[in-house]
């Protein structure tokens, strides 16, 4: 059977970023890399583009907001307005301020949970999901290093090497 | 190591832990097996949630007459209880929340189980509003549904319909920011259990991990909704105290009908919610064994903002009583000076003695340092902040406009019996929590080992 994947396996996170730069340096693609923590400054180092999630979620509250806005129009205005404490109810702007508290409520609601379906999304999470960590181990205290061969001119045995001399605990070979 | 912090803070992690002492400690409890206090507790909180429960089916069955509630006072410990709850449900969002946007690494110790004390305070919460309309079956009504439903619609100018988003936009981001957390620490349980090979809970804790791999980019993204999670939350729980408080401050009774209201309800929150953070954890700490991790500089450093938020809710008080006599307004004059003097003085002391006393003691160090002073102290601002409510809601109103309907307010067994219930569905819901989730992040604490924990301090 030929070699598809090579897995090395670090016992810190700094000795994987060290050795994660040296591999790059050399040309390698690592594929990814799977970490019982977040181990910053990885993502520029193996080319995680930067996520747009943030984004998403403004988007997301102002869809919320404007639905709240459409919602008190179309309620107290439009359909059925009542005259509540003499409150202006022929305008939605003159009334406004009376309206401000669960515009913003639902505006975090849309934004909060909007973001949180993408990101299950993106993360391709949910529940029933089989997870794909190569090791056990790396939800615990090890930190894995996924190098796909096909992605890459170099031979596994040049890699091994690499990832031996960068201080890797174990190297497998799927 | 490059990521240390200075010497002269205290280490946040004792004991020279390595990342898989770490899984190991926070596990433990969930893979061993209860022990006989836990049983006793459960037990116990049990009974209470279950008498609760048949007080409530009363209430529902019989009406709202079963409760002391009168002409006059038609808004007692059910409201009480309920801003009680809300309030206590605050300091949970502020651990997580503000915290993080303030990079507080002491936060890790406790966020995961002040989270799920707010989620727990916020049910115990909502049910009040619910129970106290009467026809419970009816609650829907609350929601912005078409007329022919039966009413019209709902009513936004209402500061009671605010309430309605608000607890209930704070509930479900709660939730979902306490969950997205608790995803990759359920992956670690899930893998332990693959490995010692335990069937049951490795499909159970499977499902609830979402199949979390623990891969750059889903951290990566994990990391950024956790951050703007936070932004989002902290204004909402500013914003959720600050609604509650219209709900008195935007009626014309003497006492409720103050601009103050806001801040002083926002800070009252968080005072007792800090209270009741202090209360569980220490219990917590001791029973589970995470000295290690919830230490005596995080009990400090919880005291600090107990005493800084006991401070505020202090010069609020005064700010108040001085309005009150610089307004002019007799009715709020009156209002005041019958708080402190007319038949409830006793429950005007009990807050003074509880909320601006008691911790300005915490200017001392050893105290501050001290776990079984904190933890009595932590009691008594809970019972401070239980008796403002009851101050600010039932003096405000059992002295009517016209003398001829001034009563008092006499609490029956079927109010007690609900509070009693809530804390028993609380403590239920606490331990269940305690003995099934991991109680601290096990992700978030293994990321500050290196720069807060003792052995890279040496």
Same mark, same amino acid.
Not at chain 2, 271 to 279: D, H
Not at chain 2, 307 to 321: N, P, R
Not at chain 2, 363 to 381: G, P, Y
């Given at each position: ?5 090579? /897995? ?32 910053? %400054? ?70 909060? /949970?909007? !973001? ?11 529940? %029933? ?24 001119? !170099? ?11 960068? %201080? ?7 | ?40 507790? $459960? ?94 079956? =009816? ?16 009513? $936004? ?55 979390? &791999? ?56 968080? $005072? ?42 202090? @010069? ?12 002019? @307004? ?54 401070? =902040?239980? $008796? ?15 003398? &001829? ?54």
């Amino acid at each position: 059977m030929s070699t598809k994947e090579i /897995h090395g396996l670090f016992g810190d996170e700094e000795i994987l970023l060290a050795s994660a730069k040296k591999l790059v340096s050399k040309g390698v693609y690592i594929n990814d890399v799977f970490s019982p923590f977040p181990i910053h %400054g990885i993502d520029p180092v193996i080319g995680v583009p930067a996520t747009r999630l943030h984004i998403a979620g403004f988007i997301y509250g102002i869809v919320g907001l404007c639905l709240a806005l459409f919602m008190f129009w179309f309620t107290l205005i439009l359909d059925w307005p009542m005259n509540i404490g003499g409150k202006p109810n022929f305008s939605l702007l003159q009334n406004l301020p009376a309206f401000i508290p669960v515009t913003f409520e639902m505006t975090v609601f849309c934004a909060a /949970h909007g !973001m949180c379906v993408t990101y299950f999304l993106r993360n391709n999470i949910y529940p %029933g999901k089989k997870s794909w960590n190569p090791d056990l181990r790396t939800t615990d205290d090890k930190f894995l290093m996924l190098i796909d061969l096909s992605e890459n001119s !170099m031979s596994a045995e040049e890699i091994e090497v690499i990832l031996k001399e960068t %201080g890797a605990e174990e190297i497998t070979q799927k | 190591m490059s990521s240390q912090e200075a010497w002269i803070r205290e280490p946040l992690v004792l004991g020279d832990k390595s990342y898989h002492d770490i899984s190991n400690d926070i596990a433990r409890p969930i893979e061993g097996k209860a022990n006989r206090q836990w049983w006793i507790a $459960f037990t116990i909180a049990l009974i209470a949630m279950l008498w609760g429960v048949g007080c409530i089916l009363y209430t529902v069955g019989v009406g709202i007459g079963t409760w002391g509630l009168n002409k006059t006072v038609g808004w007692a410990w059910d409201i009480t209880n309920f801003v009680w709850w809300v309030g206590i449900g605050h300091a949970g969002t502020l651990i997580s929340a503000v915290l993080l946007l303030f990079r507080q690494k002491w936060r890790m110790a406790i966020n995961r189980s002040a989270e799920a004390m707010t989620i727990f305070a916020v049910i115990c919460a909502a049910l009040f509003p619910g129970i106290h309309m009467g026809r419970i079956w =009816m609650a829907y009504w609350v929601l912005p549904l078409p007329n022919q439903y039966g009413s019209l619609w709902v009513n $936004f100018n209402s500061p009671l319909l605010w309430d309605v988003f608000a607890i209930s936009t704070y509930f479900s981001v709660s939730l979902v920011f306490w969950y997205i957390g608790l995803i990759p620490d359920f992956a670690t349980i899930r893998d332990r259990a693959a490995k010692a090979a335990k069937p049951i809970s490795h499909t159970v804790y499977a499902i609830m991990s979402f199949g979390w &791999s623990g891969n750059a980019r889903a951290w990566h993204r994990f990391e950024e909704i956790s951050l703007v999670l936070a932004g989002l939350a902290t204004p909402l729980v500013l914003s959720v105290h600050t609604i509650v408080s219209m709900d008195f401050a935007t009626s014309v009774i003497p006492g409720w009908h103050t601009t103050i209201f806001p801040p002083y309800f926002v800070a009252g929150a968080i $005072f007792s919610g800090f209270a009741m953070v202090q209360t569980l954890m220490l219990v917590m700490r001791k029973v589970v064994s995470l000295e290690e991790y919830i230490t005596i500089n995080h009990v400090e450093l919880m005291n600090k903002v107990i005493m800084l938020t006991g401070s505020i809710v202090g @010069v609020a008080y005064i700010t108040e009583l001085f309005m009150s006599w610089y307004s002019g @307004v007799e009715y709020e004059q009156y209002a005041f000076i019958n708080r402190a003097t007319g038949p409830y003085w006793w429950a005007y002391a009990a807050m003074m003695t509880c909320n601006v006393v008691s911790p300005q003691v915490f200017w001392s160090k050893k105290l501050r340092r001290n776990i079984t002073f904190t933890f009595f102290l932590s009691i008594i601002v809970n019972i401070g =902040m239980w $008796f403002e409510r009851f101050v600010i809601i039932v003096t405000s109103l059992h002295r009517d406009y016209l003398p &001829s309907s001034w009563v008092m307010f006499y609490p029956t067994w079927v109010d007690i019996g609900i509070f009693v219930g809530t804390l028993g569905i609380f403590f239920t819901l606490f331990l269940l929590y305690a003995r099934t989730f991991p109680v601290l992040p096990i992700a978030e604490v293994k990321s500050i080992l290196k720069s807060t924990g003792s052995q890279y301090k040496k």
